[in-house]
Each structure stands twice: as C-alpha cells, then as structure tokens.
C-alpha cells in the first residue's frame, strides 16, 4: 500500500456567511513533519477554514482527509481527541481559575472518581518543563500577563498529542526570547512529526520558520509554493493582488508646540508605574517601546483614566487637567485603543453599527434626547468604507468579523470622537501587510491635520519606521527618549533593559 504524501488535506473547501463567500473550493495540503504558513490579508478567509478543520463551523462543501482517512469534526472537542489542537489568536480561557484548571479542563486526571490534584500538577509541571515555560501552574490565568497565556495556551494544545497544530497568529504579544523560545518548541515538534499550520502576517517569521506557504485572497486560493523559492515581494504580491513598493509610508517631519506634558507620573496599584515624564508635540507620533511586562499598556491606560494615579500630572495646551476616568479623557479629546480587542476593545454580542458610534453617541440625540438612525447609519457606512472594512453589511455582529477587521471597526470608531491626541496600544497587531500600510497612512493623515499620537509597539520595524521619538520603558519606569532617525535598535533593547 502506498504511504499517504499528506498528513492533512483539505479539499475543496466553501463557506458563506449571510449570503457572503468566505471560502471558495479551497485547497491545504500539510506533509508530516513540516510547518506550513497560512497568509493572507484580514478577511481572505484563513481562520474560517481552520475553524472548519476544528469543528467550530460546519463548511458548506468539501472534505477533510487526516492521516489517510475522511474526518468531519462536529466540535471543538472531537477535533481534539482525533488529533488536531488550534491555539486561538484571541485567546479563550477562564481568567477566574488557575493555570491547571485552564489546561486540564474537560479532560481531568482521575482517582477513585476524583479529580487527582497531584497528578494535574505532575504532568503540568512535566509538560512546561518540556517545553521550557516558566509559569506557575497555581497562578490565577487573570493575573498572568498576555504573553504568559499565550504560551499556557500552546502548551495545553502540545497535552493533547496533536498531529496538526493550528497557531493563528500565535507570537503577536511574545517578547524576541520568547518567540525564539516559541520557534524552539515549534522545531522539536516537527522533529517529532507534527504538522503545523502557522498563520502570521510577520514576513521575517515566515522566512525562518516555514517550509511551505499557502495565500489565500478573498476566499479563493492564489498559490502554494515552497518558501525557499519565495520571497517577501512575491508574497506581498499574492497576498494584495499588488506590489507594495515600502513597509512605510514617508513621515513628515514635526515642528509643532507641546500640547501635551505628562509629570513625574506613577500609578496606585500593582503593577506600578513611577515617576514617568514626557513632551508630546501637536503633529507628532511618539513610540512607546519596551519589553513585554514593562509597563507600557499601564501607562497609557493611566494617562486616559482607565488605571488610578498617585502622583504627577497631566497639562494639556498649558492647563493642568483632572483625568480619573475615561469619560473625563474623552472629553478632553483623548483617545484610546486598546491592546486586546476581544477583552477590552469590542462588544462581541453587538453589531458594527453599535461598535463603530458608541463612544460618541451623545452626538446622534436630537434636542429632546432621541437617537437619530439616519446619522448613525450615515457615519457608520463611512468607517466601513474609508477602513476597508470587511463585512456584508453594517448590522453584521462584530465578533463574525476577523481580527484585523474588528480592529478596524475600534480605529473607525476613535476616530468619529475627532480626537486630538489619539493613543494606539499595539495598533496593529494581527492586521495583515497591506492593512497595516493603511493604517499607518491614516496616522499621517490625522498628524497632518494636527492631531498627535501616542503608539505602543512591540514590533522594532513600526517603531523605527512611522515614529518621530520613541520613549522606552523599563520595568514601570522611564529609561530614556530618543529620536528615531538617530536611534539603533541596540540602544532601545538597552535602554529597554536598563531596570530590570
């Protein structure tokens, strides 16, 4: 009998949503023993076929052939037991419960119809030693930081034994180690005869990572092909259905005033920041760079009212300005997006419309208080427009969109509050090449007009390349601000080690 040349193969695949095509009649084959990446731009359809591998949605046509055999997962947990795990770029786990119980449950050890704690905490501890992850398993999953999750995650989809992994965007809040650390794993699961499918819109981690790549493009396959013969251009190309000639858009230069001064602040509770200072020109952007864990995101969130300060001030345009709650920071025209969509950032059970007006929805009420629909339907085809948005229509529930969009559903909605400063915690995060060029296009724009941005990144090539100064922090505090055009990328990781 001859072996099977596949691992996995999907066939023929075709899924609609609302009368809409998201996949048409398409094609995945995964060799055993290889990591595969799954590209495309947001939208062309690529964790709607892996939810149809793991049994989340049914497809409308074709099959799915596992080690030689037809499978048809009714769910999520038939798909695991039979061999496939999919770690979630939006992670799904129970905040209010501990590290083991996130990993184990559905499936608990048992003693004499107990569950067996000691053997729960044997095979974490055995599993994580494995795979050299440095979490304590008694942790409350809330507690631990994004990236912690991010690696619990993969390491209960490692518990089942899979033949097929799915990561769907799985480094997008790892710090450089722990991607290294991530790929480490990845390699000896490969050694082991795994096969992974890798989604990411991070082209450097296709090239050191994959063996083959797929793209996608509004449902339809555009081509598979080794990645020893691609390259970046020719991935873009297939990806877009065009040439994007730069990474980055040409940055003007700033001569603005200071519009905004932040002094000596710190924040009430852990994890604290102290004693940080900064300027902020009208017509700049400033990067926020930093290690994971360094506190970046508690700043932000404290200079818009979402986290307590003890000490320091905040002067806008020259007046000290009172800010302890968000309402307070809207309506001095800050903004904020937030660094994850699905917690803090959307309305999952809520449609587009609801997600794009309600931060600035006291603007649709006519003098006696009622909602004007024609205004909210107005505004909200616009921001489906002018974001490239992609959805049947604008009553489409936020959550059926795919990251990249949902996301662009938050910036359009920051937007209709005009703000002056608009501050960005990983804007683009999970969003494709061409999305993120957009978006980048957008904060000129909004710069040009005189607005002022502050943007936290984890990605080195944003931060150098559509930033004006970049402020690194370093376990809570401040450790230096430089100018982008003269800074390396070994001053920031200096810098960025400088409290640690």
């Known amino acids: 009998m001859m072996k099977e040349e596949y691992l996995l193969s999907i066939k023929n695949v075709s899924k609609s949503f609302s009368g809409v095509t998201v996949l048409n009649k398409v094609n995945l084959n995964v060799r055993k023993g290889s990591i595969h990446a799954l590209m495309g731009e947001n939208g062309a359809g690529k964790s709607t076929m892996m939810k149809c591998l793991f049994g989340i949605y049914k497809q409308d046509e074709g099959e799915f052939i596992l080690d030689g055999k037809k499978v048809n997962f009714t769910d999520p947990k038939h798909a695991l037991e039979n061999g496939i795990s999919m770690v979630h770029q939006e992670l799904n786990q129970v905040l209010q419960r501990n590290v083991l119980d996130n990993i184990w449950l559905g499936r608990y050890p048992r003693k004499n119809f107990l569950v067996d704690e000691r053997e729960m905490l044997r095979k974490t501890k055995a599993l994580f030693k494995s795979l050299g992850i440095d979490v304590n398993p008694n942790a409350e999953m809330g507690s631990l930081s994004v990236s912690q999750r991010q690696m619990v995650e993969i390491a209960k989809a490692v518990s089942y034994n899979a033949k097929v992994i799915v990561l769907d965007e799985p480094t997008s809040s790892l710090t450089e180690n722990e991607v290294d650390k991530l790929f480490e794993i990845m390699r000896s699961l490969k050694d082991k005869g795994v096969g992974l499918i890798y989604i990411s819109h991070k082209m450097e981690e296709i090239f050191e990572i994959t063996d083959e790549v797929t793209v996608l493009r509004d449902g339809n396959l555009i081509g598979m092909d080794r990645t020893k013969n691609l390259t970046m251009d020719i991935i873009i190309n297939m990806m877009v259905g065009r040439t994007l000639t730069q990474r980055f858009p040409d940055l003007p230069e700033t001569h603005g005033e200071v519009n905004l001064i932040v002094n000596n602040l710190s924040t009430k509770y852990k994890p604290k920041v102290e004693d940080v200072s900064f300027t902020l020109h009208k017509g700049e952007i400033l990067g926020i760079g930093g290690?994971?864990?360094?506190?970046?995101?508690?700043?932000?969130?404290?200079?818009?009212?979402?986290?307590?300060?003890?000490?320091?001030?905040?002067?806008?345009?020259?007046?000290?300005?009172?800010?302890?709650?968000?309402?307070?920071?809207?309506?001095?025209?800050?903004?904020?997006?937030?660094e994850e969509r699905r917690r803090t950032g959307i309305y999952p059970v809520a449609n587009i419309r609801f997600n794009t007006t309600i931060a600035n929805i006291h603007a649709y009420r006519n003098k006696v208080g009622i909602l004007q629909e024609r205004r909210l339907i107005e505004d909200t085809d616009k921001q489906i427009k002018d974001m490239r948005i992609k959805t049947p229509h604008q009553q489409e529930l936020i959550r059926a969109l795919s990251g990249g969009n949902q996301q662009k559903v938050i910036i359009g909605r920051w937007l209709l509050t005009d703000p002056n400063i608009l501050i960005m915690d990983e804007p683009t995060r999970g969003i494709d090449v061409g999305a993120k060029f957009e978006i980048y296009q957008l904060m000129i724009q909004l710069i040009e007009r005189g607005k002022s941005i502050i943007m936290v990144s984890s990605e080195m090539p944003e931060l150098l390349g559509v930033t004006h100064r970049i402020a690194v922090m370093s376990n809570g505090r401040l450790a230096g601000i430089v100018d982008t055009k003269k800074t390396s990328q070994e001053e920031i990781f200096k810098l960025s080690a400088k409290y640690l």
């Open 291 to 338: 290690l994971v864990g360094s506190r970046r995101t508690e700043l932000v969130e404290a200079i818009f009212g979402a986290r307590t300060m003890e000490t320091g001030e905040i002067i806008l345009d020259g007046e000290t300005i009172d800010v302890r709650h968000p309402v307070d920071a809207i309506k001095h025209k800050f903004a904020l997006i937030t």
